[in-house]
């Protein structure tokens, strides 16, 4: 396996490992880290379990607010805030945790036309 060539970006992508996030204008989960021979990509997981590549050039956002946002200590002892009660609703729409971070490395790739994400 080939090194990643944006540690930045790849570190990143790994800190946010199975959160909610937006990305343009939906909830998904992060669930990796991509690279093609021309750009880096942030993986997600959206409703209904859709993987999607989005450029990290721009159009998403991470939700590190929500963390302790409408904090609560259920009666059966879970913490819950804001980006629990995302987590949980991504989760009922199919947008499952990942048990492991994707990292798919295709530099070779220079995105001909024909190029498709793993």
């Given at each position: 396996?080939?090194e ?10 790994r800190q ?14 992060c669930i990796?880290y ?7 990509y ?6 209904g379990g ?13 939700l590190?607010?929500l963390?302790?946002?409408g ?10 805030d ?6 949980s609703?991504?989760?009922c729409?199919?947008?499952?945790k990942e048990?492991e ?12 036309g024909?190029?498709k994400?793993?």
């Amino acid at each position: 396996m080939s090194e990643v060539h944006s540690d930045e970006l790849h570190e990143m992508c790994r800190q946010h490992f199975n959160e909610p996030m937006i990305s343009f204008d939906k909830i998904v989960r992060c669930i990796g880290y991509g690279e093609t021979g021309v750009d880096c990509y942030v993986i997600t997981k959206g409703h209904g379990g859709e993987i999607v590549w989005n450029t990290c050039v721009g159009g998403y956002f991470f939700l590190d607010r929500l963390k302790g946002q409408g904090y609560v200590k259920a009666v059966n002892g879970e913490d819950w805030d804001d980006l629990t009660r995302l987590d949980s609703n991504l989760t009922c729409g199919g947008a499952t945790k990942e048990s492991e971070f994707r990292l798919v490395l295709q530099h070779d790739d220079m995105e001909d036309g024909k190029w498709k994400p793993a």
